[in-house]
């Protein structure tokens, strides 16, 4: 940014409001999401073959989901639902200024954004509920065992069809996230995976 001075010369900051960087993830965000990454990832890659491995992602998985949704009430300014979740109207007209590429950039999470937020972690939570039920049901264990004691073995082979659907479609939404990401990032030219790893985007464009 150029500004002139009484005398008429024209000095450059060596900072402009573009080039200043703002904290917008904080801590907890951060950490959940690339632990719920690394969790969901771990389980759905050994499967059955190791159970034990498996189950306990799972844990992990519910475990973060429900401490993301407390602090989608109680955290930081973009961490909570109200910054970023938004109507279908307003997800939809975003949708179409994104295909013109005329989208306005947000801080926080644009409204697709937000609203993937909220998908993926309704498919999560199935995912993992699905789970505890089918390991309650056919291998007799887990918080959700004595509720599921006597379930036939018809239902335990529902449970199983769909544990494995709510998975298969996570990953399918986890594909879009990345896609709608890789978008954005280019459409803005900021690294938004990169601001997901230190918390700070720039402040302006």
Partial sequence: MTTSTPDGNVTVNQTSPSDQQVRVWDPVVRIFHWSLAAGFATAFIVEDDLLGVHVWAGYLVLTLIAARILWGVIGTRHARFSDFVRSPQQILAYFKDALALRAPRYLGHNPAGGAMVIVLLVAVTATGLSGMALYGA?????????????????????????????????????????????FSSLSHRENLIGAMITGFKRSAD
């Fill in 138 to 182: 056919t291998e007799f264990a887990g918080p959700l065992a004595t509720l599921m004691s006597g379930t036939p073995e018809s239902a335990g082979e529902a449970l199983e069809e769909i544990h494995e659907f709510f998975a298969n479609f996570t990953l399918f939404l986890v594909i879009l996230h990345l896609a709608g990401v890789a």
